[in-house]
Structure formats: structure tokens, C-alpha cells
């Protein structure tokens, strides 16, 4: 097995909606092949910041000034950190793991339980010599990806090479198909394996999105984390929810319990809800999804799509891409590969998987899509897939164009005549962006917390990638 294999990026540098569903990201203008990094005057956290905030990208905010002095003190820690330097404190650790046997405890003139205690101690300098990552927390809006990537994006230069920034779904995804590849090559501790592997590749791991809504990834995650802490990783992770709030519902969840305290205590946890919601800042916006399905827009649409594609002569149909081995059809792209174009139906209608969207976005800097109806319970799996195209798109900052039957904020209304009672959750959703219950959708469509806040999230990107400054990311301006 060899590296992780992952989608880079660009970097995100405007405060808004940050949410992810998939995909690795790395360094601004970069895709495909690992994380590079590129030499910058603004070589730590709080320097990118300021000069982020005196160029206008960014509006001084003192609470994220106060998260960004954290984010800067571990990239300080990390300018003279050397895991390899851990590794005389794992032979101290492996001397003294099994028990001897009694003539060497004589002979040696020491006994197991001082042995033990020689271990306890190694154990423990190892662990204080290896910086303590970040776990961020907060609601949509407020900003954690942007402050994670300029962690990323400044990591020191002596690690930039071993640095990896992903979505949290995407990296677990990538463990699974690895700890497979182990099993079948007759591995008899697969995560073992792929744990090493790991450690091997990288150092400093930045995960977007941290969350717990399978059985599989509850079971592993506190090995896992435990065994890439002991290998000398350094972790900073975003997430929507507090560590005690995480797997909240989940089947089996005490067996979760102990990864929950591994991250209180392995990292510092540090919340970001200020009270202000980036997303509602104002922006300067561009044109990009069109609405309602008139004649008017479809013109404007179709003239935006024939001079994106290069011309329609050049449009190539049923292009093939390929998901882990399985052909993945384009109905309409340009010749030099940059631009696709997909109807609502051919997107969303299909059976398509995370693993297809992330291939899309990676592949395509522009992607149009027409005919997009108001999604109701009618359509529900369809609406679930468009949210994760929809973030994919964001974490990949492709650049979006749409054709809608309804404004963006209207897209996930319910017209359903089943309206049930607006529950807590979908109450907290609406007042995070300003919604109504008309706009929610008061039945079922959205009835778990996860599907709400992905809800959410969707909406908020859908009208960021709106702003100029979205569209300014990701043409590379």
C-alpha cells in the first residue's frame, strides 16, 4: 500500500458557511497529487491573518483573533518539533513490554515492576514531547475551515511535505479501503498496518468536519487515534459538535466513550461561536444560479455554457471517468476537460455516491447543472445527494452555475401536506440563517440533526458561491 491518495484543493480564505462533506484539500491552485505547499511572506497563522484582514478578505474579529493566537502557538511548537526524535523513546517503550524471565531479572538486577515503571515513564516523555493538537468547534459560520487552512497553509517548512489536510469522511473512507487492501494481503492487524503506513506519510493532519454518524468509524477511531498520536501526528479538526455531543444517538456508544476522552485530552478544545455569522457579512455578488426556469434565464444560462465549454462544436459526450473501477459518464464536457454539464436528473436522479462527486469536482474546475426543481419528501434521496454535490463543490471550490425552478433559499421547501411539529433542531437551523418554516419545510424531509444541519450548511454555500469573492477562489484570480 502505498500513499493515501487524495484530492488537493484550494484554500479557503473567506469567513462563511465552512461546513465539508468530502474530499482531501490542500494548498491554493493546486489539484491532484498530495498537499504542496508554496512560499508565502505570511509564514505563520496570525501574520496570514493580519494580512488577510488588511487587504479586506477578511473583518477583524477579536474572538478569532484569539483562535488564531491558539492555532499560532501549536505552529510555533511544530517550527522546532522532530518526530523522529521519538524514536529512541519507543526502544526505551519495546525493552521493557513483555516480561522477563526470572534469570534475566537476576542477572540484570532489575525487577519487572521497575521495568514497568521505566516504561510508564518513557511512555510519558514521549507523549509530553509531541505538541497537542486542536480540536475546533462551532456552529455554521463561523469560520473553522478558513482558520484551520491558514493553520495548513503555514505549517513550518520542514513539515510541509509530511502536512495533509482532508475532509474527515474522506479520510476515513480512504483507512477503510486500506485496512481491506491489508486484510486480503493477509495482514493480521490490518489497522495496525495502516496506522504505520499513516505515520509514515505525514505528520501534521488537518480534518474538516470531524463526525461520528457510523458504528464502523465509532469502533476504530479511538485506536486509531491513539496509535497515530503515539507515532509523533499532530492533529487540528473542525467539527460542528462538542466532543461529549459527538455519536450523541449512536448504536453502541459507550464503546465511543473512550475516543471521546482520547480527544479531551489529546487536544485542546476550543470553541468558536462568537455570536457572528460571516455568511451574513455583506458581499459583493456574480451571477451564478439562475432563477426561476424561464426563457430569460435559460438563454442567459445556455450563453454562459457556450462560451465556458469553448465552444459547442468542442462539447464531448459521455466522457468516462472512473471510480474504483466502475465507469462514471459525463453527459457533456468541454474538450480540454475543465467544464461539465449535468441536468438535475442526470446528477442526483442517478444512484450516484459521495466517491462519484468527489471524482466530478477534482476533475472539473466549472460545472453546470439545469433543471433543478424544488426538492420536497417527494425526492428526498435526490435532495441528499445534491447536498453532497454541493459540498464537495465548495471543499473543492469548483465553480458552480445553476438553472432552478426556485431561489436558492426556497430550494429544500417541503410542500408536502404532512407538516409535522418544527422540532428544537429545526428551530436552531432556521434562526442560523434566518429562515422560515416555510422555507425549512415543517414535515419530515429533514427529520435527524445531522440532516438538518447539512441542510443548512447547503444553503448557506449555495449562497456563498454567489459572492464574488467565491468566484474570485476558484477561477485562481
Same mark, same amino acid.
Given at each position: 500500500?502505498?500513499?493515501?491518495?487524495?484530492?488537493?484543493?484550494? %484554500?479557503?480564505?473567506?469567513?462563511?458557511?465552512?461546513?465539508?462533506?468530502?474530499?482531501?484539500?490542500?494548498?491554493?491552485?493546486?489539484?491532484?497529487?498530495?498537499?504542496?505547499? @508554496?512560499?508565502?511572506?505570511?509564514? %505563520?497563522?496570525?501574520?496570514?491573518?493580519?494580512?488577510?484582514?488588511?487587504?479586506?478578505?477578511?473583518?477583524?474579529?477579536?474572538?478569532?483573533?484569539?483562535?488564531?493566537?491558539?492555532?499560532?502557538?501549536?505552529?510555533?511548537?511544530?517550527?522546532?518539533?522532530?518526530?523522529?526524535?521519538?524514536?529512541?523513546?519507543?526502544?526505551?517503550?519495546?525493552?521493557?513490554?513483555?516480561?522477563?524471565?526470572?534469570?534475566?531479572?537476576?542477572?540484570?538486577?532489575?525487577?519487572?515492576?521497575?521495568?514497568?515503571?521505566?516504561?510508564?515513564?518513557?511512555?510519558?516523555?514521549?507523549?509530553?514531547?509531541?505538541?497537542?493538537?486542536?480540536?475546533?468547534?462551532?456552529? *455554521?459560520?463561523?469560520?473553522?475551515?478558513?482558520?484551520?487552512?491558514?493553520?495548513?497553509?503555514?505549517?513550518?517548512?520542514?513539515?510541509?511535505?509530511?502536512?495533509?489536510?482532508?475532509?474527515?469522511?474522506?479520510?476515513?473512507?480512504?483507512?477503510?479501503?486500506?485496512?481491506?487492501?491489508?486484510?486480503?494481503?493477509?495482514?493480521?492487524?490490518?489497522?495496525?498496518?495502516?496506522?504505520?503506513?499513516?505515520?509514515?506519510?505525514?505528520?501534521?493532519?488537518?480534518?474538516?468536519?470531524?463526525?461520528? *454518524?457510523?458504528?464502523?468509524?465509532?469502533?476504530?477511531?479511538?485506536?486509531?487515534?491513539?496509535?497515530?498520536?503515539?507515532?509523533?501526528?499532530?492533529?487540528?479538526?473542525?467539527?460542528?459538535?462538542?466532543?461529549?455531543?459527538?455519536?450523541?444517538?449512536?448504536?453502541?456508544?459507550?464503546?465511543?466513550?473512550?475516543?471521546?476522552?482520547?480527544?479531551?485530552?489529546?487536544?485542546?478544545?476550543?470553541?468558536?461561536?462568537?455570536?457572528?455569522?460571516?455568511?451574513?457579512?455583506?458581499?459583493?455578488?456574480?451571477?451564478?444560479?439562475?432563477?426561476?426556469?424561464?426563457?430569460?434565464?435559460?438563454?442567459?444560462?445556455?450563453?454562459?455554457?457556450?462560451? @465556458?465549454?469553448?465552444? %459547442?462544436?468542442?462539447?464531448?459526450?459521455?466522457?468516462?471517468?472512473?471510480?474504483?473501477?466502475?465507469?462514471?459518464?459525463?453527459?457533456?464536457?468541454?474538450?480540454?476537460?475543465? *467544464?461539465?454539464?449535468?441536468?438535475?436528473?442526470?446528477?442526483?436522479?442517478?444512484?450516484?455516491?459521495?466517491?462519484?462527486?468527489?471524482?466530478?469536482?477534482? @476533475?472539473?474546475?466549472?460545472?453546470?447543472?439545469?433543471?433543478?426543481?424544488?426538492?420536497?419528501?417527494?425526492?428526498?434521496?435526490?435532495?441528499?445527494?445534491?447536498?453532497?454535490?454541493?459540498?464537495?463543490?465548495?471543499?473543492?471550490?469548483?465553480?458552480?452555475?445553476?438553472?432552478?425552478?426556485?431561489?436558492?433559499?426556497?430550494?429544500?421547501?417541503?410542500?408536502?401536506?404532512?407538516?409535522?411539529?418544527?422540532?428544537?433542531?429545526?428551530?436552531?437551523?432556521?434562526?442560523?440563517?434566518?429562515?422560515?418554516?416555510?422555507?425549512?419545510?415543517?414535515?419530515?424531509?429533514?427529520?435527524?440533526?445531522?440532516? *438538518?444541519?447539512?441542510?443548512?450548511?447547503?444553503?448557506?454555500?449555495?449562497?456563498?458561491?454567489?459572492?464574488?469573492?467565491?468566484?474570485?477562489?476558484?477561477?485562481?484570480?
Amino acid at each position: 500500500m502505498g500513499r493515501i491518495s487524495g484530492r488537493v484543493y484550494s %484554500t479557503h480564505t473567506t469567513l462563511s458557511a465552512e461546513e465539508t462533506e468530502d474530499g482531501y484539500a490542500g494548498e491554493e491552485g493546486s489539484r491532484g497529487g498530495n498537499t504542496p505547499h @508554496t512560499a508565502s511572506s505570511t509564514n %505563520t497563522p496570525i501574520e496570514k491573518y493580519k494580512d488577510l484582514v488588511k487587504t479586506g478578505v477578511l473583518n477583524a474579529d477579536s474572538h478569532q483573533s484569539r483562535v488564531i493566537a491558539r492555532l499560532n502557538d501549536l505552529h510555533c511548537e511544530l517550527t522546532t518539533y522532530n518526530p523522529s526524535a521519538l524514536f529512541a523513546l519507543d526502544s526505551r517503550i519495546s525493552a521493557s513490554t513483555a516480561p522477563l524471565p526470572w534469570w534475566k531479572r537476576v542477572i540484570g538486577g532489575k525487577s519487572q515492576a521497575l521495568l514497568d515503571s521505566e516504561r510508564a515513564q518513557a511512555i510519558e516523555d514521549k507523549r509530553s514531547r509531541i505538541p497537542h493538537g486542536l480540536y475546533l468547534y462551532g456552529d *455554521v459560520g463561523t469560520g473553522k475551515s478558513m482558520l484551520m487552512d491558514l493553520f495548513h497553509n503555514t505549517v513550518p517548512s520542514h513539515l510541509r511535505d509530511r502536512a495533509q489536510r482532508w475532509h474527515f469522511h474522506a479520510f476515513m473512507q480512504s483507512v477503510h479501503k486500506r485496512i481491506h487492501v491489508a486484510r486480503v494481503a493477509g495482514s493480521s492487524d490490518p489497522l495496525a498496518d495502516v496506522i504505520e503506513l499513516l505515520a509514515q506519510e505525514c505528520t501534521v493532519l488537518s480534518f474538516d468536519e470531524f463526525q461520528v *454518524v457510523d458504528i464502523v468509524d465509532a469502533m476504530i477511531l479511538r485506536r486509531l487515534f491513539d496509535g497515530l498520536i503515539d507515532r509523533g501526528v499532530v492533529a487540528v479538526m473542525t467539527s460542528n459538535r462538542h466532543p461529549d455531543e459527538l455519536y450523541a444517538n449512536g448504536i453502541q456508544r459507550d464503546s465511543f466513550l473512550p475516543c471521546i476522552s482520547l480527544l479531551k485530552t489529546a487536544f485542546d478544545v476550543v470553541s468558536l461561536n462568537s455570536g457572528t455569522d460571516y455568511r451574513k457579512l455583506p458581499r459583493a455578488s456574480t451571477k451564478v444560479y439562475f432563477s426561476p426556469i424561464d426563457s430569460a434565464n435559460r438563454t442567459e444560462f445556455e450563453k454562459m455554457w457556450e462560451a @465556458t465549454a469553448d465552444a %459547442t462544436p468542442d462539447v464531448i459526450h459521455n466522457r468516462e471517468l472512473h471510480v474504483w473501477g466502475r465507469p462514471l459518464r459525463i453527459p457533456l464536457s468541454s474538450s480540454d476537460g475543465n *467544464v461539465a454539464r449535468f441536468s438535475f436528473s442526470q446528477l442526483c436522479g442517478m444512484p450516484l455516491s459521495a466517491a462519484d462527486y468527489l471524482e466530478i469536482v477534482a @476533475t472539473f474546475n466549472t460545472i453546470f447543472v439545469d433543471d433543478i426543481p424544488q426538492l420536497s419528501l417527494n425526492v428526498k434521496d435526490q435532495a441528499r445527494r445534491f447536498i453532497t454535490f454541493i459540498d464537495a463543490a465548495y471543499e473543492s471550490k469548483a465553480r458552480l452555475l445553476l438553472l432552478s425552478q426556485v431561489p436558492i433559499e426556497a430550494i429544500f421547501a417541503d410542500e408536502s401536506s404532512n407538516a409535522g411539529e418544527i422540532t428544537d433542531v429545526m428551530r436552531s437551523a432556521m434562526d442560523d440563517l434566518g429562515l422560515n418554516a416555510d422555507t425549512v419545510g415543517a414535515s419530515s424531509m429533514f427529520t435527524g440533526q445531522e440532516e *438538518v444541519f447539512a441542510f443548512a450548511r447547503a444553503v448557506s454555500r449555495l449562497s456563498e458561491m454567489s459572492s464574488r469573492q467565491y468566484a474570485e477562489l476558484s477561477s485562481g484570480v
